[in-house]
């Protein structure tokens, strides 16, 4: 095999290697001109634009306003799928043979990355003393017994159901009965559990507006120990709807956060677990009177809804005064939502804790 001059030089000098492959690839790559007179720098600036835009929405996308039809909010609640974009934009980099795009569209990866890459690596929820599992059931399921034994296979020490009808009701019931020996039901929300409830009631979180009987929301304190209470809200907040003319209208959801956030920072209690529907994900501006008290696990990328295709996780299990250490979806059911399983660990003091 025939060796050229600089294929020698460099095999005798990694110096001259060096420098032999630097100015190689600067003079046939970057400083390349092409039909119009750029180069591998100078090509594909809008390309690098979106890459950099990207990347700074996923870093702070607070940048962006809820001012006229909440783009904010509705950004935040979908955040991962910013990273769509990412693949195809390097692609196009590469293929117009533009380093500044290149750079931008790895700067935007490796944000994504950083982001969202911990809620793909395989987990074990470790040691924790409860586990709940939370539910928007559907007010059309057609099988709630099918659905009850779905969310006993998790085990469940809690469950928290929404969307519970009077025609539903007895068969959760009835399913339920010899694994959670104890339950109350407040209008369309309903918490069934393992162990002794006491202080049962609503919790009113009903907007102004809204008229007739909507109860979405109940407290109750949950013995889970000897001398050791814990309050459990469950809630449903209202939905939220993209309307031509209020864009991503929230107003009823975020209204309904605020009188819930209200009596989370009332609360006595040293525990509070709150498990609902909440129509957002926990990075959405319009719930931060619940995850500012409240805080959740990582998983991110754990979508519960829709069913058919999930986008987004806007079932949550939240705590103050304990760690949600694991949040996972469980199979679908009769519903439009994914169940969600939550582990919490509550603290040392706590006996028989899970493994």
Known sequence: MAIGKADSAAARSPERAARWFRNRFRNRSFRRRDAGGRTAWTRGRADAVLSVLVALLLLCP??????VGNPGSLIENFLPWLG????????????RRSATAVLAALAAAVVWTATFGPSLLPRSPGKHDLTVVQHNVSDVNKDPAATARTLMDADPDLVALQELTGQALPAYEKAF?????????????????????TQTGRADIRPEAVTGDWNR???????VGPERDIAVYVAHLPSVRIRPAAGFDTRWRDESAGLLGEKLAREKSATVILAGDLNGTTRDRGLAPLTSQLASADEELEFSWPTVFPVARIDQVMARGAAV???RTLPETGSDHLPVVARIRLGDDLEGRRS
């Open 325 to 327: 250490v694991d949040v």
């Open 217 to 223: 929301g109940l407290r109750a304190v949950v013995r």
């Open 62 to 67: 607070s940048l962006v306003p809820d001012t």
């Open 84 to 95: 769509a974009p990412i693949l195809p934009l390097l692609t196009l980099a590469a293929v």
């Open 177 to 197: 009965r010899s694994r959670f020996p104890h339950h109350v039901v407040v209008g369309t929300v309903g918490l069934w559990s393992r162990y002794p409830l």
